[in-house]
Antibody
Framework: QEQLVQSGGGLVKPGGSLRLSCVAS????????MMWIRQTPGKGLEWVSY????????DYGESVKGRFTVSRDNGHNKLYLQMNSLRPDDTAVYFC??????????WGQGALVTVSS | DIQMTQSPSSLSASVGGRVTITCQAS??????VNWLQQKPGKAPELLIF???NLALGVPSRFSGSGSGRHFTFTINGLQPEDTATYYC?????????FGQGTKLDIK
């Protein structure tokens, strides 16, 4: 069965760090471009980051550039998002997902990140 | 960034009825649109890809059309389980962007 299972998330103080993980099964992971997307009630769905199958093409949304780092371990079918210098407006549910042009498009179950003192 | 303007923001319809949601892109995006369904507390799920293709396992009462800047998503024969929020997503260019969502309530 094709699925993405996330771990990580939680409560962190402003300025702190957190790492999200996403493990894929049922798909040839190294062949998939992957994304991180976050969702808040106020801003809806917001694209955060993108990484190519080999990890040689990476991009970030303007709001997280310089603070977040995406990476992948194709040997273990894992995707990561390292989040540093977290701010209250980073509070959101974070989803990993295959790229919108993928076949199939699948999403992880989501992980809540709360940045608060 | 490509803006996706989705309407309406909410609607209510009866079991067996039909609803239509539209998305307008700020630029020509060919047919590079997905339609997603999200139920409360769950991740979005793909219903339609490439503007008009039904994803595997998705009932045929869901359909999509359009190209360029204008896209339409329709549900025929509404079922109670169609209660959800629906989103369009463009993947023509980075950053991939989403419509604001349409919350559908089934009466």
């Amino acid at each position: 069965q094709e699925q993405l299972v996330q771990s990580g998330g939680g409560l962190v103080k402003p300025g702190g760090s957190l790492r999200l993980s996403c493990v894929a099964s049922g798909i040839p992971f190294s062949g998939y471009y992957m994304m991180w997307i976050r969702q808040t009630p106020g801003k809806g769905l917001e694209w955060v980051s993108y990484i190519s199958g080999r990890g040689d093409m990476i991009d970030y949304g303007e709001s997280v550039k310089g603070r977040f780092t995406v990476s992948r371990d194709n040997g273990h079918n894992k995707l990561y998002l390292q989040m540093n210098s977290l701010r209250p407006d980073d509070t959101a549910v974070y989803f990993c997902a295959t790229d919108g042009a993928s076949n199939p498009v699948i999403w992880g179950q989501g992980a809540l990140v709360t940045v608060s003192s | 960034d490509i803006q996706m303007t989705q309407s309406p923001s909410s609607l209510s319809a009866s079991v067996g009825g039909r609803v239509t949601i539209t998305c307008q892109a700020s630029h020509d995006i060919s047919k590079h649109v997905n339609w997603l369904q999200q139920k409360p507390g769950k991740a979005p799920e793909l219903l339609i890809f490439d503007a008009s293709n039904l994803a595997l396992g998705v009932p045929s009462r869901f359909s999509g059309s359009g190209s360029g800047r204008h896209f339409t998503f329709t549900i025929n024969g509404l079922q109670p389980e169609d209660t959800a929020t629906y989103y369009c997503q463009q993947y023509d260019d980075l950053p991939q962007t989403f419509g604001q969502g349409t919350k559908l309530d089934i009466k």
